[in-house]
């Protein structure tokens, strides 16, 4: 008798475990200040940090909905950000929390009927719950991958998949496809990812397919209600099939720069490899020049930034040569399928001068320097416009625009048993000499 009693309690016990009730609990919240988004909470032993995902079900909202056992009383937070992770910050006092001033946790007392709540982020203000959303079907295919196997890798997983859901060619074409059920009227970022490596593939932040992320550039996806397909070139923002202008050379040439060395710094790296690509001094035109291979067609904005510190050039918004933003400006150009060169004056909309002896004849003016003063000796002319004195790697350490009479003597510092290179300059007309103060 007493060995039946203990069988049955047992059998009692184990019924009561096999059929023990949850409910479901969907949580959501408003306007979090990032993204991703988690719950987290004591239902886990807060083990799974940072927390079960959310996903968007609606502007700013995010929601999740967990089985939770029946007439328990739990804690959680609602967690957002990629690595590091951050907890919202909650005041003790506030009624939707434990009152816990060291562990500050909002607390869910479930009993046995299914429930919804929402609250916005970092505050005890309930809002309305969303209702769920629909998915849709989303095909993504991308043509001619530099290596196989293939996959699309995207936010939809949390990042969490790599390399990513893989995608097959079945009719041999080059174009390798994909179709995931996702949630609709959301914004994903996504990149098609090859290889056995495997490799993902590198986009210009510059280009609008992308989300202008400089260090994590990605495609963005912006789905709407209904099923949709989408075909892009590996590594381009072309659509498949779309006929691809190939990168032109720019060579890009800067003037009267106040130091070196020199850089050129634009969009084309996504504003990313500061100060930008180092710029070589050509002793013939005494100019800063390098040439980079850039999309034809494209838009680019730019700056040349030059010294040890390095400082970038200071332009005018309301100058033409500029993209007219008082924030940020900078030289702005929209470039053809050819090759082309920019040169330009360092801190001004001016194009590249001349840099020899153009119409003033031979012997028209002559110098006579030292290390503390420079005299202009003309028979012919009586003042000069502007003169500029550059040391052999081009940087320019003086500038004198003001009137300059003839004959009279100018006051420079320059360091003696060293060449310069002295620039005059009448109206348009300029006289370039070399010299060396002895």
Known sequence: ???????????????????????NVTFQVSSPDSTPVFVFG?????????????????????????????????????????????????????????????????VLALGTADTSLCYTWNTCTTCPIAPPPS?????????????????????????????????????????????????????????????????KETLNPAWLCTNGNGTYTNRVLNLGATNTTLCNKWASCDTCGAISIPPINVTFKVENTDSSPVYVFGSWSGWSNWPGTLM??????????????????????????????????????????????????NRKTILGA?????????????????TGINEIAEGAISLTITNNSVRIISETINTFDQLEIYDVLGRRVFNQTSKINANREIPVQLQNTTMYIFRVRSGNEYYTVKGLIK
């Open 338 to 354: 050819a090759d082309t060169s920019l040169c330009a004056k360092w801190e001004t909309c001016d194009a590249c001068g001349p």
């Open 135 to 199: 998915n849709v079907n989303v095909t993504f295919q991308v043509e001619n991958p530099d290596s196989t196997p293939v996959y699309v890798f995207g936010s939809w997983s949390g990042w969490s998949n790599w390399p990513g859901d893989p995608m097959t060619d079945a009719n041999g074409d080059g174009i390798y496809d994909v179709t995931l059920s996702m949630l609709a009227s959301s914004t994903y970022e996504y990149l098609y990812v090859n290889g056995v490596g495997p490799t």
């Open 42 to 106: 004591s239902w886990s032993g807060w083990t799974n940090w940072p927390g079960n995902p959310m996903t968007l079900v609606a502007p700013g909202k995010w929601s999740a909905t967990l089985p939770i056992a029946s007439s328990t009383i739990h804690e959680y937070l609602f967690v957002n950000g990629g690595a590091p992770y951050a907890k919202e910050i909650l005041d003790p006092t506030w009624p939707c929390t434990n009152g816990n001033s060291l562990y500050t946790n909002r």
């Open 1 to 23: 008798m007493f060995k039946k009693i203990l069988l049955s309690a047992a059998s009692l016990l184990l019924t009561c475990t096999l059929f023990a009730q949850t409910q």
């Open 280 to 329: 070589t001094y050509n002793t013939s035109t005494m100019q800063y020049e390098a040439v980079i291979s850039i999309p034809g067609s494209d838009t680019i904005e730019y700056l040349f930034v030059n010294g040890v510190g390095p400082t970038k050039e200071v332009l005018d918004p309301t100058w033409t040569c500029t993209n007219g933003d008082t924030l940020y400006t």
